[in-house]
Structure formats: C-alpha cells, structure tokens
C-alpha cells in the first residue's frame, strides 16, 4: 500500500463524514440561530428553549436523510472493499 493510496482512503473518508454530518449540523446550526433570535427579542433566556427544539430538528434531519446516509456509508465501504487486493498489492 503506497502512501498516495493512504491519503486517498483518508480524504474519502473525510469528504463522506463531512456529507454525512452535515444535514445534521446544519439543521442544528439554523434552528439554535432562529431560536437565539426570538430569545434575544422577547428577552426569554431559558436553557431548554435552544435545546429541545435542536434535538428536535436533528431527530428530523436524522429521519429525513437517514436513507441517503446509509447508502452513502454503504457505497464507501463497498468501494473500499473492492480496491483492497489493489491495495495489498495482489
């Protein structure tokens, strides 16, 4: 396995997390914003006003994308699995 191979399996690996997270994050991110702001406007500064609705919106996110993130995992580790005799050198 050459060290060209590693970096590639690496970066692979680093660009699907990134897509996998990021419906995640990205719906947490928007919610804790809109949330902050109506906090900051009607002065309400209660801890479970940001929480409950982000969690909520995750679960969301999880259940919508849920389908898309799985193939995408499977697709990887399929592909991974496949380049390995190349990898060994076999």
Known sequence: MTTEAVLDIAVQALMVAAKLCAPVLVTALVIGLVV??????????????????KALGAAIA?????????????????????????????
């Open 36 to 53: 902050s702001l109506v906090q900051s406007m009607t002065q309400v500064q209660e801890v479970t006003l940001s929480f409950v609705p």
């Open 62 to 90: 999880l259940v919508v994308t849920g389908h898309w993130m799985i193939s995408t995992i499977v697709t990887f580790t399929t592909d991974l699995y496949t380049r390995m005799p190349a990898l060994v050198g076999h």
